[in-house]
């Protein structure tokens, strides 16, 4: 807990191929492990939470992606001490040859949302997912510029589409 304080950012990825198939993995330890869920870590000193998704998805897949936008986000406070935050991705994989990189999983495969919509070796929040997403993401946007004197050498925000 020392390395990120008591309030944690993490970042997940939902990376869905043409054909509607979705990246998941089993990881090897923690609260998840052998469930099926979504690729998934925390952002690093440096990175924002988009280079951070992708990053993470990488490590534990070697399946490079290009961000589609932000579908959600996930917070809870555990034992009344840590907040636990997490922005969920939507991401397009540029390849579909996995390669798992990471002694933190068992599996990773590209698989149908239906195989996992009532499963209970699914993640709740996998589970949810499949069950409902249909709205579009809030896709990334880099053309934004707040000023200079803020000294930001990154800006990324994720809104809806301007209508106007």
Do not use: C
Not at 111 to 120: K, V
């Amino acid at each position: 807990m020392s390395k990120r304080g008591k309030v944690w950012l993490g970042v997940s990825g939902l990376v869905i191929t043409e054909d509607g198939k979705w990246l998941v993995v089993k990881k090897s330890y923690g609260g998840l492990k052998g469930v099926w869920s979504l690729p998934a870590g925390f952002v690093d000193e440096g990175e924002t939470v988009d280079q951070a998704v992708q990053r993470e998805v990488l490590e534990e897949t070697g399946i490079h992606t290009e961000v589609k936008g932000v579908i959600g986000v996930r917070s809870g406070v555990i034992r009344n001490e840590i907040s636990d935050n997490m922005i969920i991705f939507s991401l397009a994989p540029l390849h579909e040859r996995i390669v798992i990189k990471s002694d933190e999983l068992e599996d990773a495969q590209f698989l149908q949302p239906s195989q996992f919509a009532n499963d209970e070796t699914a993640s709740v929040l996998l589970r949810y997912l499949a069950q409902s997403i249909s709205a579009p993401p809030f896709p990334l946007r880099k053309d934004m510029n707040p000023g200079t004197h803020f000294g930001y050498t990154a800006y990324h925000v994720f809104l809806p589409e301007n209508r106007n």
